[in-house]
């Protein structure tokens, strides 16, 4: 667990992760920039963007298809509703990595 944006980078150097789970809003950098870490330093992990704003479509444009797909708003649902969601995230990246595998085969 990070408990600065800016410690981030760090584990995704040494661990591999099946998910982040980052809030969009943060005092050093948004939850665009650590979205933009991870996918540089870890490609193959699903990533759930939380927020306690509305997310402007300026905003929303600025995230690709998959992690818009992934955007919870505060406050969380159920934690039921919460896991379901890392897990739909993982099990899709997943699925993704999967498909260029078949066609190359």
Same mark, same amino acid.
């Given at each position: 667990?990070?408990?600065?944006?800016?410690e !981030?980078?760090?584990?995704?150097?040494?661990?591999?992760?099946?998910?982040?789970v980052?809030?969009?809003?943060?005092?050093e950098?948004?939850g665009?920039?650590v979205?933009?870490v !991870?996918l540089?330093?870890q490609?193959?992990?699903?990533?759930?963007?939380c927020?306690?704003?509305?997310?402007?479509?300026?905003?929303?444009?600025?995230?690709?298809?998959?992690?818009?797909?992934?955007?919870?708003?505060?406050?969380f649902?159920?934690?039921?509703e919460?896991?379901?969601l890392?897990?739909?995230?993982?099990?899709e990246?997943?699925?993704?990595?999967?498909?260029?595998k078949?066609?190359?085969?």
């Open positions: 667990q990070c408990t600065r944006s800016t !981030v980078a760090k584990p995704l150097e040494f661990q591999a992760f099946s998910a982040v980052c809030d969009f809003q943060m005092p950098v948004t665009r920039g979205y933009e !991870v540089r330093q490609p193959n992990c699903a990533f759930v963007l927020t306690g704003y509305s997310l402007t479509s300026v905003e929303l444009a600025a995230l690709d298809a998959d992690a818009k797909k992934f955007v919870i708003r505060k406050p649902p159920e934690s039921t919460m896991q379901a890392v897990s739909r995230a993982i099990s990246k997943r699925q993704s990595q999967e498909i260029p078949i066609i190359a085969a």
